[in-house]
Nanobody, 127 residues
Framework: QVQLVESGGGLEQAGGSLRLSCAAS????????MGWFRQAPGKEREFVAA????????YYADSMKDRFTISRDNAKNTVYLQMNSLKPEDTAVYYC????????????????????WGQGTRVTVSS
């Protein structure tokens, strides 16, 4: 069992930056691939970024790859999402998720590939 707790959300102006953190409980963090998703009001949850167990490989949604950076610190049981050049359309609740299985092909895109989810942290970007 893995418990995930996100933090770092808040209100930011367009063009600003935020760094989200996701702290995981347990001693098996390094055996889980991790992902970030977001859900805007009235929209489906969408993929943002993912990172493999070792942290060597990272994946991004096309619209965010030049502005967002995912990273992880297995010693601290934490995954991060650095968000730069924020836009009003980035406003959403951001969720981190952990996958027991290693990513295969583009499986990191899909919510059903993840086994554990945090409660989310809200990000609001004002224009």
């Amino acid at each position: 069992q893995v418990q995930l707790v996100e933090s770092g959300g808040g209100l930011e102006q367009a063009g600003g930056s935020l760094r989200l953190s996701c702290a995981a409980s347990g001693r098996t963090f390094s055996s889980h691939a991790m992902g970030w998703f977001r859900q805007a009001p009235g929209k489906e949850r969408e993929f943002v970024a993912a990172i493999t167990r070792s942290g060597y490989t990272r994946y991004y949604a096309d619209s965010m790859k030049d502005r967002f950076t995912i990273s992880r610190d297995n010693a601290k049981n934490t995954v991060y999402l650095q968000m730069n050049s924020l836009k009003p359309e980035d406003t959403a609740v951001y969720y981190c998720a952990a996958a027991v299985k290693a990513f295969e092909s583009d499986s990191y895109h899909y919510t059903h590939e993840y086994d554990y989810w945090g409660q989310g942290t809200r990000v609001t970007v004002s224009s």
